[in-house]
């Protein structure tokens, strides 16, 4: 699977950004999609996870300003991303893992990675 993600940019605290991401290469109802970002001097952290079936699991972090979707028709799942703060810079990623029926928030269960896109959030 290739993961092509976009969408980044600069805002200021309280604006919206979408990313996206678009898969290729196979099936994209064998996957489950996730997205992650890692600031900087801080780990890579999970935020936001979406199954086929459009189950979704968020960081408490994010829960209630953040949006994973699906568009399985065009292999595209997509993080909408409201009242951004500072603390959400950082460089954001989406991944896939093979769905058997679980959602993961853990990096260790995702088996494919797109390059990431710079999201900074100013003060």
């Known amino acids: 699977v290739q993961l092509q993600a976009s969408g980044g940019g600069l805002v200021e605290a309280g604006g919206s950004l979408r990313l996206s991401c678009a898969a290729s290469g196979r099936p994209f109802s064998m996957y489950g999609m996730g997205w992650f970002r890692q600031g900087p001097g801080k780990e890579r952290e999970f935020v936001a996870a979406a199954r086929w079936s459009g189950t979704t699991y968020y960081a408490d972090s994010v829960e209630g300003r953040f949006t994973i979707s699906r568009d399985n028709a065009k292999n595209t799942v997509y993080l909408q991303m409201n009242s951004l703060k500072p603390e959400d810079t950082a460089l954001y990623y989406c991944?896939?893992?093979?769905?058997?029926?679980?959602?993961?928030?853990?990096?260790?269960?995702?088996?494919?990675w797109g390059q990431g896109t710079q999201v900074t959030v100013s003060s």
């Open positions: 991944a896939a893992y093979r769905d058997h029926g679980y959602i993961y928030r853990q990096a260790s269960a995702y088996d494919y």
